[in-house]
């Protein structure tokens, strides 16, 4: 049941992505991250009161895979990467890139890249990441002279780094901490290192 909860989580988030983000950008993603607030905590608090099969039967795996569905597409929508861009945040995160790499070779690839390291430790979604760095990153990466498609991949391949970027890092961190019992500081211990590579092989593909 743990499984099936699982994938009907992730497969509706890039859905929930792909709608939010479409109405986000048209109707505002300050309105976009209400509606997602609202959805994932009113899913979450149904999942919290659902009878149990004891009580309902059948009805109750089957409910409550549909309210995970409605959490993922909740998620999806990225209402962490909206508090940021609300809140100005990932402005924030974008001058501090720019202060760090702005005297390099790569220039705005590298200021990608960066920014979606510092992103990602406080995001571990790789579709949050992209909407909320991407957005200012790429067109500056194409104004730099460089290929639209290379400005896309580097912030695509920057972005999903996130998901192994501690302290937050995906939610299949979490799912990994509670399958082999550990606790999930010693998760975040083990990513650091391979977060740090990652990040490195990313900053010099762009350099080189």
Do not use: C
């Not at 049941?1 to 986000?24: C, D, Q, R, Y």
């Not at 390099?104 to 890249?113: D, R």
């Not at 949050?128 to 460089?146: D, L």
């Not at 970027?165 to 990513?191: N, S, T």
């Amino acid at each position: 049941m743990l499984k099936v909860n699982g994938e009907a989580f992730f497969t509706s988030a890039p859905f929930g992505a792909i709608v939010f983000g479409h109405f986000g950008d048209k109707l505002g993603r300050k309105n976009m991250l209400v509606i997602t607030l609202m959805m994932m905590g009113i899913a979450t608090f149904l999942i919290g009161v659902l009878p149990t099969h004891a009580q309902i039967g059948v009805a109750s795996p089957v409910l409550l895979v549909v309210l995970r569905f409605i959490q993922g597409f909740g998620v999806g929508g990225e209402w962490g990467g909206a508090v940021l861009m609300a809140s100005g945040a990932g402005d924030l995160l974008m001058k501090i890139a720019n202060r760090l790499t702005g005297g390099l070779t790569g220039g705005a690839a590298h200021a990608s890249v960066a920014s979606s390291a510092l992103f990602g430790t406080l995001s571990g979604a790789a579709i949050s990441n992209v909407v909320s760095t991407g957005v200012m990153t790429i067109p500056v990466i194409r104004k730099a002279g460089f290929k639209p498609a290379f400005a896309g991949a580097v912030e695509a391949a920057a972005s999903t780094g996130g998901q192994i970027m501690p302290p937050v890092m995906g939610v299949v961190a979490f799912f990994v901490a509670g399958q082999i019992g550990l606790e999930y500081r010693y998760i975040v211990v083990a990513a650091i290192i391979p977060a740090i590579f990652y990040y490195l092989g990313t900053f010099l593909a762009v350099y080189f």
